[in-house]
């Protein structure tokens, strides 16, 4: 069974030079105001004329089909990362610090070129089409404030669909599963607040450097001794801070933390145990401490029914049973509103040297692919 069709061939050139153009000029965050330019005069020029800015930058575009008794939406993240990119490409990016290190440069190609075939089909379209370009996927997550803005309604979205480029892998692979595929994450702020004193004479403070350490020992115990073994949680302390100089008692300690899960509830578990151990180190070592949830996502849980409708269009070479991962997406903010599909499309390539993990600054992939994403989108709209 062919993998690509004859039209979608047709598009690689542009394709490529979406992506080249995207992959030289990143931007990060909210602040993705010439990616978002771009993205406007290549959906103009392909006659979308139902555009609309959200989230300052976030761009909804919409062609209604000739029937609209179905509505599907396909995203796109847009962001880049602060990575140094080191890997000498002619169209290596112009902005120092600065990389599109995670395939959101080939994310925005497949969705313009997704675009460009619908431009060239719109007669043929029984459906309506949402094609969703979401800024700040990296850090605080853009889809909440789009979907806040209506992003989801008029025409109101049955079925939303994502992927997202994996070397982990093997190009040409499509990676996919019904349920769990992504973990929740948040990220948590943690402060002990003591008493600094004398290094000499620390029974005058209150050492914050003692309370972490039993916090942190204690905090394992929460993981390993009261949760079920069978749950997949991680709670990583990745950054911890406290005390000015070698010879006083620290009165302040902060660590930076992040949760893991691919249960709301046991999150919420997690959270009140923690809080808990926080309360009684207040009255056992004699320290203040606080408690802040910063950016949170839930889990990416793709729906069963959207997912073996895939599954079943998937050329059997090309099908590969996704593992659970314990990364996150901000994608899953939109499956909390309606039914949605979230997948992996291969690029791990030894051979060609494509092996390098995402977030890395020689992080690359063979353009080939980008033509199976446009394929793979295709497919769900005129066979699923």
Same mark, same amino acid.
């Given at each position: 069974?062919?993998?690509?069709?004859?039209?979608?061939?047709?598009?690689?050139?542009?394709?490529?030079?979406?992506?080249?153009?995207?992959?030289?000029?990143?931007?990060?965050?909210?602040?993705?105001?010439?990616?978002?330019?771009?993205?406007?005069?290549?959906?103009?020029?392909?006659?979308?004329?139902?555009?609309?800015?959200?989230? &300052?930058t976030?761009?909804?575009?919409?062609?209604?089909?000739?029937?609209?008794?179905?509505?599907?939406?396909?995203?796109?993240?847009?962001?880049?990362?602060?990575?140094?990119?080191?890997?000498?490409?002619?169209?290596?990016? @112009?902005?120092?610090?600065?990389?599109?290190?995670?395939?959101?440069?080939?994310?925005?190609?497949?969705?313009?070129?997704?675009a460009?075939?619908?431009?060239?089909?719109?007669?043929?379209?029984?459906?309506?089409?949402?094609?969703?370009?979401?800024?700040?996927?990296?850090?605080?997550?853009?889809?909440?404030?789009?979907?806040?803005?209506?992003?989801?309604?008029?025409?109101?979205?049955?079925?939303?669909? +994502?992927?997202?480029?994996?070397?982990?892998?093997?190009?040409?692979k499509?990676g996919?599963?019904?349920?769990?595929?992504?973990?929740?994450?948040?990220?948590?702020?943690?402060?002990?607040?003591?008493?600094?004193a004398?290094?000499?004479?620390?029974?005058?403070?209150?050492?914050?450097?003692?309370?972490?350490?039993?916090?942190?020992?204690?905090?394992?115990s929460?993981?390993?001794?009261?949760?079920?073994?069978?749950?997949?949680?991680?709670?990583?302390?990745?950054?911890?801070? &406290? &005390?000015?100089?070698?010879?006083?008692?620290?009165?302040?300690?902060?660590?930076?933390?992040?949760?893991?899960?691919?249960?709301?509830?046991?999150y919420?578990?997690?959270?009140?145990?923690?809080?808990?151990?926080?309360?009684?180190?207040?009255?056992?070592? +004699?320290?203040?401490?606080?408690?802040?949830?910063?950016?949170?996502?839930?889990?990416?849980?793709?729906?069963?029914?959207?997912?073996?409708?895939?599954?079943?269009?998937?050329?059997?070479?090309?099908?590969?049973?996704?593992?659970?991962?314990?990364?996150?997406?901000d994608?899953?903010?939109?499956?909390?509103? $309606?039914?949605?599909?979230?997948?992996?499309?291969?690029?791990?390539?030894?051979?060609? &040297?494509?092996?390098?993990?995402?977030?890395?600054n020689?992080?690359?992939?063979?353009?080939?692919?980008?033509?199976?994403? $446009?394929?793979?989108?295709?497919?769900?709209?005129? @066979?699923?």
């Amino acid at each position: 069974m062919k993998l690509l069709d004859r039209d979608i061939l047709e598009l690689k050139e542009d394709l490529v030079a979406h992506r080249r153009w995207l992959h030289s000029c990143p931007e990060i965050g909210f602040e993705v105001y010439r990616t978002r330019d771009y993205i406007l005069n290549e959906l103009d020029r392909l006659g979308f004329y139902e555009v609309k800015l959200m989230a &300052g930058t976030g761009i909804k575009a919409v062609m209604r089909g000739r029937l609209g008794e179905r509505t599907l939406a396909f995203r796109a993240d847009m962001d880049g990362l602060a990575i140094e990119e080191k890997t000498g490409l002619e169209f290596a990016s @112009k902005e120092k610090g600065f990389m599109h290190a995670c395939g959101h440069d080939g994310h925005m190609a497949i969705l313009l070129g997704l675009a460009q075939w619908l431009s060239q089909n719109k007669d043929k379209i029984d459906d309506n089409i949402v094609l969703i370009f979401q800024p700040d996927e990296e850090r605080e997550g853009g889809a909440l404030p789009m979907i806040e803005e209506g992003l989801l309604d008029d025409p109101k979205v049955d079925a939303i669909f +994502g992927l997202h480029i994996l070397p982990d892998i093997p190009q040409g692979k499509v990676g996919i599963k019904a349920g769990p595929l992504m973990a929740q994450t948040c990220e948590i702020n943690i402060e002990l607040m003591g008493k600094s004193a004398h290094g000499a004479m620390p029974y005058k403070g209150v050492d914050t450097i003692v309370a972490a350490a039993h916090f942190i020992n204690s905090l394992q115990s929460i993981i390993t001794r009261t949760i079920d073994s069978s749950e997949n949680v991680v709670f990583s302390i990745g950054r911890i801070c &406290g &005390g000015d100089t070698r010879n006083i008692l620290a009165e302040r300690v902060t660590m930076e933390c992040t949760v893991r899960t691919f249960k709301d509830e046991l999150y919420q578990d997690i959270k009140g145990r923690v809080l808990d151990l926080l309360s009684g180190m207040e009255k056992s070592h +004699g320290i203040k401490s606080s408690y802040h949830e910063g950016v949170y996502y839930p889990p990416v849980i793709n729906h069963e029914g959207w997912t073996k409708k895939i599954i079943d269009i998937l050329p059997k070479e090309q099908y590969m049973e996704a593992k659970p991962l314990m990364i996150a997406e901000d994608f899953s903010n939109y499956q909390k509103m $309606v039914p949605g599909v979230f997948m992996f499309l291969g690029s791990g390539n030894e051979a060609k &040297g494509y092996i390098h993990p995402l977030h890395s600054n020689l992080f690359n992939f063979d353009e080939e692919i980008l033509m199976h994403g $446009v394929q793979l989108f295709k497919d769900i709209i005129t @066979k699923v």
